[in-house]
């Protein structure tokens, strides 16, 4: 999708990522031993439902953990290692070299502060710039975040803007100090579908511009297959499937992946034609069963899954990697035809 | 059809209210208080079969001085400790029926107003409003007064003053049941309005009430305390304001008098206070749940 | 895979009196910032049996529009019929009755059940009300009722918050069946859910209309979930209806800008919006409700708008066949 800017060289590392909560007396692990790279330029999606780990895993990148929980592992930004890096030291990279935006814009913003104050502030706090050349800065990042009429949305309150101008507003702060690396979690949740499409496009083409590289956390395999090179598939705290975003569409190997894949409504199906269903539910926290976690949900389980987690291998080319033993023995989805184009 | 589900995330049932209350300390010692004034309470007429106005000793007997009297006499040679247990019933008394008087009005205005909206609120909001706009001391002291002092008449009193805290609360919290889901849901299904406020509302309103309620009996018991120390308690029974008020001429020479009843109070006051906090905490579902 | 129901038919009957004509509805809210007509003269028919998709973007109205249906917020103008019987002022008594035919599913279960009540005594709670059945009839009821919704037997016993979501959701749906209704007003109801529970939902909503003849109003933001369970979508856009059609011809043609921009930007691994979506280019504010566009509320952001459509309304009109109607000058 964008080969144009990527140069190879990994931005970011992730390594045998694990993330605790401490609840009373005992420790509650919530990501088991994650690990993913982004080249600068390309984007990365890390995929799964709610609870899977994908936005402690986010938070855990910037540092923003809650002070219950602990990550271990290595986390590695430009050739440096940041996991553990505490106060000035996380303030300076955030922001400069990493930066983040949310699902709820409003809760990045000041509600007291004009949307132009709240990017020079971003700016100055990193950078020692005039106040003339931080206003500067800030209507060229307006405009380029294609909000209308930068001149006069400077002056303007959070409140008065729609939740797209907004979330553009935060992607003008994140985007201040030219990150290396922009965590999207979630972002175009809380919008509505036009407004999202918007919102997307936008940081593909900023991405493209800047060769930042953009880590997208979502729920959403839609936005996935329009808007990732690669992918992370995500199952109670851990990876069960990584890959190139076009492969994942078209051959899911996984069974988690694959009934993912196919419990989506999909376009031009015949009229009341069913979903395939997960049955089941994610196993709690406190619950986990030994072997694989999806077994107890899983139509291939057999007994071998039951015992330990399945490792998570490379299979074919060394990006894609899935963590089944039974992958090889499943056939191919059924894929109904489906109409393409719009 | 879907296959069965197991309630795999299934959390424990919450706690029952006793178990949830005695976790918290604020809530055991309030108790344990309440538990003191009010047993002392029940057996002043087997401690003290008498009347305890009666004069049965010396006067300004100091605490000590003689057993048959442990926190001994007034000036008037009354036992103290006769007057603090009996007095605890009184006060006791006047709280609780005070605060029923106080929620029956409280509820019904809060809950009505809430519940319709409209004209019925603005009215009865209003209506409300003119009371709070009255110092309740002096609201209590007028109606007491005029009544004649009386425990029917200090109830009453006291009842009358203390109703709009409440139903501002009730209010509050039956609009945000009214427009929400659970409330739109029972109107889909058919049921009328007083099965609404009566199934639904109310009791997911009972919480924040029975909190404030326990705020209102220790109010009450300063209030019944108040209008006997100025005189104007019912003669015919024991008061620990009364007996504050008494002692208070010989305050510099035996300063007990005044300080055992005072003591009385402070106690029955603090631990409806402390078990406020703890109904306050034990009674949030959400967090009992969590 | 057609539908096989004995009743019913294999599709529902379009030809047949509709089971719910709502016409020219209006509701209006009055607020600090001034009047917002969140539903402006809307006119739609459900059938027997049917699933009519509502959708819409935010602030569209078709919450206000379900929530009017059932008179939980009292529509400014228009009629509503239930199988011709017209529900709009009729008293709350009377309104009652009518309701056992007419239910509801929220977005939210976990917030429509009281959650000091069993699950047992929730879905039981509308056969009290009507006075429907004895004591172990009504039990007898709730326990098969559970059994179709998949939630085990000894869920009647516990509370609400021992469940999760998408159970919560099951649960919601069983009281809403337990009156045999004809029409229930699902709004968003899969919308909080994750796309594996979301798949048990919809599965599972779909078997209940196979067996039980039961009517849909289905009202979601999300495209993808409206394509998958209607037989008919309606399209809203500031408080009016601007296109309906039957969802095959909806998909394949759509006749109006806003449905074509709205079809556009759903992102989707099968159609490549991505590339449909390009050189179209929709402002991202909508316009405000206090004072909606004059014309055609949609013609500040239409790609396509011309003099007319700031001055006329248009009008919901044939566009192909009698099914396939749209709003707009330029169709």
Redesign the interface.
């Known amino acids: 999708m964008s080969a144009e800017t990527r140069t190879g060289a990994p931005v970011l590392e992730v390594d045998d990522l694990r993330i605790s909560f401490r609840e009373r007396a005992a420790e509650r692990a919530a990501v088991h031993g994650l690990g993913f790279s982004v080249e600068a330029g390309e984007t990365l999606a890390i995929v799964g439902?709610?609870g899977c780990g994908k936005s402690l895993t986010a938070f855990a990148l910037l540092g923003l953990l809650p002070g219950n929980a602990r990550a271990s592992g290595r986390v590695r930004l430009e050739g440096r290692d940041i996991l553990g890096l505490e106060g000035e030291a996380m303030r300076r990279l955030r922001g400069t070299r990493i930066a983040m935006i949310f699902q709820e814009p409003m809760t990045a913003l000041n509600p007291v502060l004009t949307i132009g104050a709240q990017i020079v502030e971003a700016i100055r706090e990193h950078e020692a710039v005039s106040a003339a050349d931080a206003r500067t800065r800030t209507l060229s990042l307006l405009a380029r975040v294609r909000i209308?009429d930068p001149e006069r949305r400077f002056g303007e309150y959070p409140h008065r803007l729609?939740g797209?101008?907004r979330q553009r507003v935060v992607i003008a702060m994140a985007l201040a100090c030219a990150p290396a690396v922009l965590v999207a979690d979630e972002p175009t949740t809380a919008l509505?579908?036009?407004?999202?499409?918007?919102i997307?496009?936008l940081i593909d083409d900023l991405r493209r511009e800047t060769g930042m590289a953009v880590v997208l956390i979502t729920?959403?395999?839609?936005?996935?297959?329009?808007?990732a090179d690669r992918v992370l598939v995500m199952y109670a705290g851990r990876a069960v499937e990584a890959g190139s975003a076009a492969a994942l569409?078209a051959a899911p190997r996984h069974p988690y992946t694959r009934?993912?894949v196919a419990?989506?409504?999909?376009?031009?199906?015949?009229?009341?034609?069913?979903?395939?269903?997960?049955?089941?539910?994610v196993?709690?926290p406190g619950?986990m069963p030994p072997g694989c976690a999806f077994a107890p949900r899983c139509p291939a389980a057999e007994a071998p899954c039951r015992e330990t987690p399945p490792p998570l291998p490379s299979v074919g080319t060394a990006a894609e990697r899935v963590a089944c033993l039974r992958w090889k023995d499943l056939r191919a989805p059924d894929q109904s035809p489906?109409?393409?184009?719009? | 059809m879907t296959g069965t589900l197991t309630i795999s995330a299934a959390r424990p049932r919450p706690a029952g209210l006793v178990a949830r209350l005695i976790r918290r300390p604020s809530a055991v010692v309030g108790l344990a208080l309440l538990g003191l004034v009010a047993g002392a309470g029940l057996a002043a007429p087997v401690l003290y079969p008498g009347d305890p106005l009666d004069m049965i000793g010396a006067p300004l007997q100091w605490p000590g001085m003689d057993p048959a009297f442990p926190l001994g006499t007034d000036m008037l040679g009354r036992d103290i400790a006769a007057g603090i247990t009996h007095g605890a019933r009184i006060s006791l008394m006047i709280g609780a029926v005070a605060t029923l008087v106080a929620l029956v009005i409280g509820v019904g205005i809060g809950a009505g107003a809430g519940y319709y909206g409209g004209r019925v609120e603005a009215a009865l909001m209003r209506l409300t409003e003119l009371f709070q706009t009255i110092p309740p001391f002096l609201f209590t002291l007028a109606i007491v007064a005029v009544l004649q002092p009386s425990i029917p008449t200090i109830v009453l009193a006291i009842g009358l003053t203390g109703w709009p805290g409440l139903a501002r609360l009730v209010r509050a919290e039956v609009l945000r049941l009214r427009d929400g889901e659970l409330v739109q849901a029972s109107i889909v299904i058919g049921a009328s309005d007083a099965r609404i406020i009566g199934l639904h509302i109310l009791p997911n309103v009972l919480a924040p009430v029975v909190v404030s309620a326990s705020i209102l009996v220790a109010n009450a018991i300063l209030t019944e305390s108040s209008l006997a120390f100025l005189g104007l308690g019912d003669p015919n029974v024991v008061s620990w304001g009364g007996m504050v008020g008494a002692g208070r001429e010989v305050i510099r020479t035996d300063w007990f008098v005044a300080a055992a009843p005072g003591l009385a109070i402070v106690a029955a006051v603090l631990a409806l206070n402390l078990l406020g906090d703890g109904l306050n905490d034990a009674l949030d579902l959400k967090r009992a749940l969590r | 895979m057609l539908r096989t129901n004995p009743l019913y038919g294999s599709a529902p009957d379009l030809e047949a009196r509709p089971l719910l004509t709502v016409t020219d509805l209006a509701v209006q809210y009055r607020t600090a910032g001034g009047t917002v007509r969140a539903v402006d003269g809307v006119s739609l028919e459900v059938h027997p049996g049917e699933t009519l998709g509502l959708v819409g973007e935010s602030g569209c109205g078709k919450s206000t529009l379900g929530r009017a249906i059932l008179r939980l917020v009292e529509p400014s103008r228009g009629s509503i019929r239930l199988d011709g019987r017209e529900l709009v002022g009729l008293p709350r008594r009377a309104l009652r009755g009518e309701r056992r035919r007419l239910q509801m599913v929220f977005q939210d279960s976990g917030a429509a059940l009281d959650p000091r009540w069993t699950v047992g005594r929730l879905i039981e709670e509308p056969l009290r009300v009507y006075g429907i059945g004895g004591r172990a009839e009504r039990r007898d009821r709730v326990a098969r009722l559970l059994a179709d919704m998949g939630l085990p037997p000894d869920a009647a016993a516990r509370h609400p918050h021992a469940f999760s979501g998408g159970q919560r959701q099951r649960i919601g749906i069983a009281r809403a069946l337990v009156l045999d209704p004809d029409l229930v007003v699902c709004d968003e109801p899969v919308s909080a859910l994750d796309v594996s529970i979301q798949a048990q939902i919809l599965n599972l909503l779909q078997d209940l209309q196979e067996r039980r003849g039961v009517a849909f109003l289905f009202i979601s933001h999300d495209l993808s979930v409206v394509e998958h369970v209607s037989d008919r979508v309606a399209v809203m856009y500031l408080g009016r209806i601007v296109e309906t059609a039957p969802r095959d011809a909806l998909w394949r043609a759509p006749a109006h800008p806003y449905t074509r921009t709205l079809l556009a930007a759903v992102p989707s691994p099968e159609r490549q919006a991505r590339r449909a979506r390009r050189g179209v280019n929709l402002p991202d504010a909508l316009p405000s409700p206090y004072a909606p566009p004059s014309g055609c509320h949609f013609h500040p952001r239409c790609p396509l708008a011309v003099e007319r459509c700031r001055s006329e309304v248009p009008a919901l009109r044939a566009f192909s066949g009698t099914a396939h109607r749209v709003a707009c000058h330029l169709a």
């Open positions: 439902e709610s209308p729609s797209g101008m509505d579908v036009t407004v999202q499409a918007e997307l496009d729920h959403d395999l839609g936005l996935v297959a329009e808007h569409f009934a993912l419990a989506r409504p999909r376009p031009g199906s015949a009229l009341r034609q069913r979903l395939v269903e997960i049955p089941g539910q196993p709690p619950a489906v109409r393409l184009g719009a």
